[in-house]
């Protein structure tokens, strides 16, 4: 039988998963209207300018076309290929974008145009952040229980030859390399594979880009209108972000139970009852040794007192 918390991690990440879904299609549904538009807007430009200029075209003519063209990429709206690229809000790209959202990854590529898209994005945001957070710590917790027993398992193993905070680190060191060879050099490779464009610097470049949730956006997998089974594809980053950003917060949670790594506590309001704690430490021998003192000088001078009454 679960337990009650694993029974509410289930239904929470259930929930979270019915979460992203909706907001995927409220995105699409709302932003792929107005993105074609866009898209329509752009290819009569493009016949206008065709049909207009056969012969020359002036400076300022070819100025003002470039113009239409970056404010229209800038959007999202991709001017390749005849404006024939596949919509920035099919679902798959509409939940990858859900998803960029709910991690504050945010990469900015993609926006919303639409007003009633920003103002969902805002509402959709401002319940999806917590409960990310929400249910990332959960996982975390979980997985913490996982990692302890592997620390267990090296305490008592290597405890005769190593001190307790050279196991703890190399229990750390086990974790970061897992970090580093899954979530970070296995992804940059198959992305190396996968974007014809990207060599395996701008691949890890993007990888450690949103796994620290900088989010720059200047590398987007996917993004090249040639890309084959682009909102699979799509789908499939995003399950990485969420599985990668799990991985990175259990790495920071081991680190921070090492008291000697974790530099922060330190600076936290706790540390300066930590501090009074270790001065009153401090006191105590020297309390005693006075008590001591006085006890030893009532029963020295009590002694005294009964040889002169002898």
Wanted: charged residues 20%.
């Amino acid at each position: 039988m679960l337990r009650r918390s694993t029974s509410r991690i289930l239904i929470l990440g259930a929930f979270y998963a019915l979460y992203l879904v909706i907001g995927a299609s409220v995105f699409c549904a709302i932003e792929g209207p107005d993105e074609n538009k866009r898209k329509q807007e752009l290819k009569d430009i493009r016949k206008t300018f065709l049909e207009g200029h056969t012969s020359c075209i002036t400076d300022g003519e070819l100025e003002a076309f470039i113009e239409k063209i970056v404010e229209a990429q800038n959007r999202g709206v991709s001017a390749i290929k005849n404006v024939t690229s596949e919509s920035n809000w099919s679902f798959g790209q509409s939940l990858f974008f859900a998803g960029t959202i709910l991690t504050t990854i945010g990469y900015g590529h993609v926006t919303p145009l639409s007003e009633g898209g920003k103002v969902f994005c805002v509402v959709y945001a401002l319940i999806g952040i917590p409960l990310t957070l929400i249910l990332f710590t959960a996982i975390v917790e979980r997985l913490m229980l996982l990692t302890n027993a592997i620390l267990s398992l090296l305490e008592k193993k290597l405890s005769h030859i190593l001190t307790y905070l050279q196991v703890r680190l190399l229990h750390l060191a086990i974790i970061f390399t897992f970090l580093l060879v899954f979530i970070f050099i296995t992804p940059a490779v198959i992305f190396t594979c996968i974007e014809k464009r990207w060599n395996f610097l701008d691949s890890f470049y993007y990888c450690f880009i949103s796994m620290t949730t900088i989010g720059l956006g200047d590398y987007i997998p996917g993004d090249d209108v040639n890309q084959q089974n682009r909102a699979l594809y799509k789908i499939l980053t995003t399950v990485y972000l969420f599985i990668g950003l799990t991985i990175m917060m259990l790495t920071l949670a081991t680190i921070y139970e090492i008291p000697e790594l974790n530099i922060g506590s330190h600076f936290y309001l706790k540390s300066d009852a930590e501090h009074e704690t270790e001065k009153q430490t401090l006191r105590k021998p020297t309390n005693n040794y006075n008590a001591a003192e006085t006890e030893q000088s009532t029963f020295g001078g009590a002694k005294d007192n009964e040889a002169l009454t002898e």
